[in-house]
């Protein structure tokens, strides 16, 4: 289903990942509060003047009443549990009986994420190679898990030419957006699934790709509850108004608490080595949200896609993955080498 073009830029809610077995990954860094953004949108549902005036007029007729804080979850919040627990389950399945079903899974949600993001950018009249991109990305992560990650680096390169000469005939109009936004997309989704084909290359591979997950959820529901329960000093209101410094701290909690327990008890690493993996995951794992809320205000549309009930859309649950896929990766191939720690 194509993404839906609005007029006005609505919040985003996600800080968004895939959810590991038994832990819901809700998204977003705090609640909607009635802000508006540098651009003079507004959020939240906040009352009119007159609304306002009213209300107050009743209070005074009626006497004192208790304020009470409503807590606004932004999402159909069973939904978002159902899917979250069935995906997770999914992951800890695929990666604890036969780990290459996994890769399978993976594939599965890149060529899905690719189309959404394919047809989210037809609402800006940008045309994805979409064709190249995607068997490039299939060969890019196969190659990286059979083979070296040097037959994968090639893959890329021959993928980028590819989408060259594939654009050729579409005309010079708008050539250099298509490509671009092609090179970008190739970078952004297949590329990042390969670090997590290498991750499950190794022999321990299936507990590296299982830290991986579950720090990206421990980002996404440590900065979601923590944000609609103290959230109050957005971080980037320009940008998402909903993400908090609050948020941003429950997630930080989570992320230091699950490294410094997974990297010794499941790689034989050090406890500073856990809490410094966490460290990195929570912030970039912040930087993927926001980028990604960057992009969706710039193609104005709230979600990637609506085929996740409570999340919307594939590529909405992506926004941290994709970025903290590089750096769990190298962090974990320079801490725990073969799963011995250095």
């Known amino acids: 289903m194509p993404a839906e073009k609005r007029t006005e830029v609505e919040p985003d809610t996600g800080f968004g990942a895939i959810p590991a077995a038994g ?40 006497g004192p009443v208790t304020e009470r804080r409503s807590i606004k ?3 159909n919040l069973p939904a978002a549990i159902a899917v979250g627990l069935l995906m997770g389950g999914v992951v800890v399945l695929t ?46 992560v196969t190659l990286a898990y059979w083979t070296q990650a040097g037959w994968a680096l090639g893959t ?21 957006r298509d490509v671009t936004a092609s090179i970008f997309t190739l970078l952004y989704l297949p590329l990042a699934a ?23 959820v421990c980002s996404d529901t440590g900065g979601y509850l923590a944000g609609i329960l103290i959230g109050k000093h957005p971080m980037v209101p320009s940008i998402s108004p909903k993400k908090t410094w609050e948020g941003l701290g429950g997630g930080a909690v989570l992320c230091l608490a699950a490294g410094a327990v997974m990297v010794p008890g499941l790689l034989g690493g050090h406890l500073w080595q856990g809490l410094l993996l966490g460290a990195a995951a929570v912030g970039v794992a912040s930087l993927g ?25 594939v590529m909405d649950r992506l926004d941290s993955l994709v970025v903290m896929a590089p750096v769990v990766w190298l962090l974990l191939a320079v801490f725990v080498p073969n799963g011995r720690s250095v």
Request: glycine share 16%; proline share 3%.
């Open 73 to 75: 979850t932004g999402r």
């Open 156 to 176: 890329l390169g021959l993928t980028g030419i590819c989408v060259l000469g594939w654009r050729l005939r579409g005309g010079a109009d708008g050539y250099v």
């Open 289 to 313: 949200d926001l980028a990604e809320s960057m992009i969706k205000r710039d193609l104005q549309i709230k979600d990637m896609g609506h085929l996740l009930p409570g999340h919307g859309g």
């Open 23 to 62: 832990t819901l990954a809700a998204s977003g860094f705090g609640g909607d509060d009635g802000q508006q953004d540098s651009a003079g949108h507004r959020y939240g549902d906040g009352p009119s003047a007159a609304q306002a005036g009213t209300a107050q007029a009743g209070t005074a007729q009626a």
């Open 194 to 216: 390969v670090f997590v084909a290498l991750m499950l290359a190794q022999p321990d591979g299936a507990r590296r790709a299982f830290i991986f997950v579950t720090l990206t």
């Open 95 to 140: 990666l604890f009986t036969v780990k290459v079903t996994f890769l399978l899974y993976v594939g599965i949600i890149l060529a899905v994420a690719l189309w959404e993001f394919s047809r989210a950018l037809q609402t800006r009249e940008i045309h994805l190679a979409l064709i190249p991109i995607m068997a490039g990305g299939v060969a890019m």
